[in-house]
């Protein structure tokens, strides 16, 4: 099997590489890589990954990276996806996340290639869900709040569209928030983590700096989203459209408290209006009986352990 990794070079998408080789045999794992991405994340399984160069808003480097692997399973991973930050960049999300897309589908229909297409979305879709319709199910119309939410969503349809018109096999994926070591500190289970080590390693004052910490959210651990991956490639249904998620909802303040019970260090925690989102989801918590019920998936990694592994993991990186 023969396989490609758009974002191969990112948080999940380094994960992702990882569980392939480890985990399934036979597995030939590409990965499209922009000519200016790092490939740290990547340093244990390197030499085992064929890269090929490409980006998705260059729709010839697309053809040429798809020519050359010539994969059955495609994962599309590479997104712009920070959902804070996309209110400073709205037209980098809606041309890498959507109009990227499209390059990736065309590609894929004008090569004619035979490819089954896992799509990373986001629950973040659905927007503001009122509390007597949680934990939300794959039927619940899209209700975006952020330019991030937008892009994915149109990203979704489109993958929709091109089953329907074109019968490309797309299995779109609707992620809760997945977190774990090696996620950027753009993120807020990481952004505390990394801010609890550098208080221990004395490299920043003992504050530690937080936004809304009511918001209430789905927390999957990233390697039981990869798994979510290959379940989709293997199981899912083509045209289909899957929750990823845990049906447990937490808020921001809960993981904080129990992230800083992991440490000896006093902290003094400190209200940053910065942090603050122009629009915000009070909760998101997912259903994801049709996905369990269509590939067997469940989420095995407690959630306790996936906190202390990230908080080891900015250890390990502010000693560095």
């Not at 896992?118 to 319709?133: F, L, Q, R, T």
């Not at 994915?152 to 569209?161: I, S, T």
């Not at 952004?191 to 004395?202: G, T, V, Y």
């Not at 019920?293 to 996936?306: D, I, L, N, R």
């Amino acid at each position: 099997m023969r396989v490609l990794i758009t974002g191969i070079t990112g948080f999940v998408g380094s994960h992702l590489a990882e569980y392939l080789l480890s985990a399934q045999s036979e597995v030939e794992v590409f990965g499209l890589r922009r000519w200016r991405s790092v490939t740290d994340e990547l340093a244990g399984v390197l030499p085992l990954v064929r890269l090929v160069d490409g980006d998705l808003l260059d729709p010839a480097s697309l053809q040429r990276a798809l020519a050359a692997s010539r994969p059955t399973v495609i994962y599309h991973l590479a997104a712009s996806s920070s959902v804070a930050s996309s209110w400073d960049t709205p037209s980098e999300m809606i041309q890498v996340n959507t109009l990227g897309t499209l390059h990736l589908l065309e590609a894929v229909r004008q090569l004619d290639l035979d490819a089954v297409l896992v799509m990373a979305g986001s629950a973040e879709c659905y927007g503001a869900v009122p509390a007597g319709s949680l934990p939300v199910k794959e039927g619940r119309p899209f209700a975006p709040v952020s330019p991030y939410a937008v892009s994915k969503a149109a990203a979704d349809m489109l993958g929709y569209q091109y089953f329907q018109t074109f019968r490309l096999r797309t299995v779109r994926l609707r992620l809760f928030n997945h977190f774990g070591p090696r996620q950027s500190d753009r993120f807020v289970i990481s952004a505390f983590a990394r801010q609890i080590a550098e208080i221990e390693a004395e490299k920043r004052p003992p504050q530690l700096h937080v936004g809304n910490l009511e918001a209430r959210r789905d927390f999957v651990d990233v390697r039981d989203v990869v798994r979510a991956y290959w379940l989709a490639s293997s199981a899912g249904e083509p045209g289909a459209a899957y929750n990823v998620a845990t049906g447990q909802v937490r808020s921001i303040r809960e993981v904080l408290d129990h992230l800083l019970s992991l440490s000896e260090a006093v902290v003094e925690v400190v209200f940053d209006p910065g942090r603050l989102r122009p629009a915000d989801i009070p909760e998101l918590v997912g259903d994801a009986k049709l996905f369990r019920q269509a590939t067997g998936w469940q989420p095995t990694v407690a959630f306790e352990q996936s906190l202390y592994d990230c908080l080891a993991y900015w250890r390990r990186r502010v000693h560095r």
